[in-house]
């Protein structure tokens, strides 16, 4: 028989782990979390939690710009050919027309709430990049995301009905039907104050993912270093399928140097007329593709890993250099400040570029209005897999992804919010059984491992062999990684690196499953693209052990 819990005490236990009520709870302050959560906000209570500020999400960084049909020569239909042709058969042709037929719809709303895209001779300036058959590519200069994502903030801080927390790391969804509660829905997240140190409890009627894609698994990427998967990995554990995890976008020319961290060289510097280089200066592309330059992203990266490795170089260039100086500065101040800082005038030098990690094209598999499996929760944005990517993403549809589909989330929550709702009480986080580490080395070490084995053997070019090495690697990682957690209390690397080893795992097995060389996906052993145009999706179910949720009654 349980014992009863005197009301001091019961003050005592709930003044550890602080607990917050909101209507909608949005997890991710980018472009997808915020533009939903200003819709909702004019119709019920919205709290947005971002793990660190503005800049640290991959929204802000996102230089190319948003694709619309805005020209008249342009057309819908083009728009979707050339989605559906990047995307190599796996794209969903509804979902795809349904979003680019939002399109314009989405950036009026943007427009209205104060984004100013670049403007040419009274009209909106337009650029084009890798896979699109005309000029469609609205921008802000070469910094779209930072625009956008600052624009939305702003509105968000003076918005009454908002409140965003700064410094909070989700750890896990709190799906009922796992606390032993019916019906199985989501009421809320456990989540890591990085400030306090303490896990806090958010109890929510509804939530939405928006937590970006899990590029760092990689160990070379051109995101920053919050895109560790938090969302899939939530997701997953709490009992919503994953699709197309093996499609894992290279951008083509990240920028190479010691010093230059995970900085992105615009795919509009080749839609502007750059071209790609050998380090003797010869041009490769058009060997790979009668597009060159501008062929989709899969191809260039691919064409670039295939000449590195066949000379042994380091890198390859890209040549801007043959615009002007006034050009360039006006398309491209931020990469030409950027290259200028490293001792690189663009505008007399190609730039040195390696591909990296960019973006991922599955994640958690929703329906037209954003929804998972699990009822009440929402992923919207790189999280999510829609439909509309198949197994290549075209360039500058994410920012468009993000924007529809926080438009179509927030008008499928706002139909529900009449409906009655009770959120029971949610078991505080419980660390009565665990100490602080003192092995953090463990996480540095495991954290590198990870990511270097899934570069080597799970990365732009991959073969049956190298795809079982990782697993079996992966294997051995949780064992450790579920020991630690079990111990220790939580730290915002050790939720990054677990979520980190579930989206490689689903990474790796949906990349065995794909019998075929397709989009993202190339394996030596199955060179041929076969007619078979499935996704691979994955369905919970397993008893990981680091599916596990340190709770208390």
Same mark, same amino acid.
């Given at each position: 028989?349980?014992?009863?819990?005197?009301?001091?005490?019961?003050?005592?236990?709930?003044?550890?782990?602080?607990?917050?009520?909101?209507?909608?709870?949005?997890?991710?302050?980018?472009?997808?979390?915020?533009?939903?959560?200003?819709?909702?906000?004019?119709?019920?209570?919205?709290?947005?939690?971002?793990?660190?500020?503005?800049?640290?999400?991959?929204?802000?960084?996102?230089?190319?710009?948003?694709?619309?049909?805005?020209?008249?020569?342009?057309?819908?239909?083009?728009?979707?050919?050339?989605?559906?042709?990047?995307?190599?058969?796996?794209?969903?042709?509804?979902?795809?027309?349904?979003?680019?037929? =939002?399109?314009?719809?989405?950036?009026?709303?943007? %427009?209205?709430?104060?984004?100013?895209?670049?403007?040419?001779?009274?009209?909106?300036?337009?650029?084009?990049?890798?896979?699109?058959?005309?000029?469609?590519?609205?921008?802000?200069?070469?910094?779209? =995301?930072? %625009?956008?994502?600052?624009?939305?903030?702003?509105?968000?801080?003076?918005?009454?009905?908002?409140?965003?927390?700064?410094?909070?790391?989700?750890?896990?969804?709190?799906?009922?039907?796992?606390?032993?509660?019916?019906?199985?829905?989501?009421?809320?997240?456990?989540?890591?104050?990085?400030?306090?140190?303490?896990?806090?409890?958010?109890?929510?009627?509804?939530?939405?993912?928006?937590?970006?894609?899990?590029?760092?698994?990689?160990?070379?990427?051109?995101?920053?270093?919050?895109?560790?998967?938090?969302?899939?990995?939530?997701?997953?554990?709490?009992?919503?399928?994953?699709?197309?995890?093996?499609?894992?976008?290279?951008?083509?020319?990240?920028?190479?140097?010691?010093?230059?961290?995970?900085?992105?060289?615009?795919? %509009?510097?080749?839609?502007?007329?750059?071209?790609?280089?050998?380090?003797?200066?010869?041009?490769?592309?058009?060997?790979?593709?009668?597009?060159?330059?501008? %062929?989709?992203?899969?191809?260039?990266?691919?064409?670039?890993?295939?000449?590195?490795?066949?000379?042994?170089?380091?890198?390859?260039?890209?040549?801007?250099?043959?615009?002007?100086?006034?050009?360039?500065?006006?398309?491209?101040?931020?990469?030409?400040?950027?290259?200028?800082?490293?001792?690189?005038?663009?505008?007399?030098?190609?730039?040195?570029?390696?591909?990296?990690?960019?973006?991922?094209?599955?994640?958690?598999?929703?329906?037209?209005?954003?929804?998972?499996?699990?009822?009440?929760?929402?992923?919207?944005?790189?999280?999510?897999?829609? =439909?509309?990517?198949?197994?290549?993403?075209?360039?500058?549809?994410?920012?468009?992804?993000?924007?529809?589909?926080?438009?179509?989330?927030?008008?499928?929550?706002?139909?529900?919010?009449?409906?009655?709702?009770?959120?029971?009480?949610?078991?505080?986080?419980?660390?009565?059984?665990?100490?602080?580490?003192?092995?953090?080395?463990?996480?540095?070490?495991?954290?590198?491992?990870?990511?270097?084995?899934?570069?080597?053997?799970?990365?732009?070019?991959?073969?049956?062999?190298?795809?079982?090495?990782?697993?079996?690697?992966?294997?051995?990682?949780?064992?450790?990684?579920?020991?630690?957690?079990?111990?220790?209390?939580?730290?915002?690397?050790?939720?990054?690196?677990?979520?980190?080893?579930?989206?490689?795992?689903?990474?790796?097995?949906?990349?065995?499953?794909?019998?075929?060389?397709?989009?993202?996906?190339?394996?030596?052993?199955?060179?041929?693209?076969?007619?078979?145009?499935?996704?691979?999706?994955?369905?919970?179910?397993?008893?990981?052990?680091?599916?596990?949720?340190?709770?208390?009654?």
């Amino acid at each position: 028989m349980e014992s009863a819990i005197l009301p001091d005490q019961f003050n005592a236990l709930e003044n550890m782990s602080q607990r917050f009520n909101t209507d909608i709870l949005v997890i991710g302050g980018g472009a997808a979390g915020l533009t939903t959560a200003l819709l909702l906000a004019e119709h019920a209570r919205v709290t947005v939690l971002c793990k660190g500020d503005i800049a640290s999400g991959s929204s802000h960084w996102a230089q190319g710009g948003v694709a619309s049909v805005t020209d008249p020569e342009d057309s819908f239909d083009a728009h979707v050919r050339d989605t559906l042709d990047a995307g190599a058969g796996l794209c969903d042709a509804n979902i795809v027309r349904d979003v680019v037929q =939002g399109a314009p719809r989405a950036i009026n709303q943007l %427009a209205e709430w104060g984004v100013d895209f670049d403007v040419e001779n009274n009209a909106l300036h337009l650029t084009r990049e890798g896979g699109h058959s005309h000029r469609r590519i609205l921008h802000v200069a070469d910094a779209t =995301g930072k %625009a956008i994502t600052q624009t939305l903030t702003d509105r968000a801080l003076d918005h009454p009905n908002i409140q965003l927390f700064n410094d909070r790391v989700a750890i896990d969804l709190i799906n009922l039907s796992k606390l032993g509660r019916n019906p199985s829905r989501c009421a809320g997240a456990y989540v890591l104050n990085l400030g306090s140190g303490r896990v806090e409890v958010f109890q929510s009627r509804f939530v939405i993912l928006a937590t970006g894609g899990a590029s760092k698994v990689y160990l070379y990427t051109s995101n920053p270093d919050g895109s560790t998967g938090d969302g899939i990995a939530m997701a997953w554990r709490a009992g919503c399928r994953v699709a197309n995890m093996e499609f894992n976008q290279f951008h083509p020319t990240c920028l190479y140097h010691p010093h230059a961290g995970s900085f992105l060289v615009s795919e %509009a510097v080749r839609g502007e007329g750059g071209v790609l280089r050998l380090p003797n200066g010869e041009r490769f592309m058009h060997k790979f593709d009668e597009r060159a330059e501008l %062929a989709p992203r899969d191809i260039v990266a691919r064409a670039i890993d295939h000449e590195m490795k066949r000379i042994g170089a380091d890198c390859v260039y890209l040549d801007i250099s043959h615009r002007s100086h006034e050009f360039i500065q006006h398309h491209f101040p931020n990469i030409a400040k950027k290259c200028s800082e490293l001792g690189i005038d663009i505008s007399k030098e190609p730039i040195p570029v390696v591909p990296a990690a960019h973006y991922t094209c599955g994640g958690v598999v929703v329906d037209e209005h954003g929804r998972t499996d699990l009822a009440n929760l929402y992923a919207i944005g790189e999280v999510s897999c829609t =439909g509309l990517h198949g197994a290549n993403r075209l360039a500058s549809n994410s920012l468009l992804e993000c924007l529809v589909y926080g438009q179509n989330a927030a008008e499928k929550i706002i139909s529900q919010l009449d409906r009655p709702q009770t959120v029971p009480y949610i078991p505080r986080w419980d660390e009565s059984q665990v100490t602080d580490s003192d092995e953090s080395i463990i996480i540095a070490h495991n954290w590198e491992e990870l990511r270097r084995f899934m570069w080597d053997y799970v990365g732009i070019v991959r073969t049956d062999k190298r795809l079982q090495r990782a697993q079996r690697r992966i294997e051995l990682l949780k064992q450790e990684i579920h020991e630690y957690y079990a111990n220790y209390r939580v730290t915002n690397d050790l939720i990054e690196l677990r979520n980190l080893l579930h989206v490689a795992d689903l990474i790796v097995r949906s990349a065995l499953k794909r019998k075929e060389s397709r989009g993202l996906n190339y394996n030596l052993d199955h060179p041929e693209q076969t007619v078979n145009t499935t996704d691979t999706i994955l369905f919970p179910g397993s008893t990981d052990q680091l599916d596990m949720i340190k709770t208390s009654v």
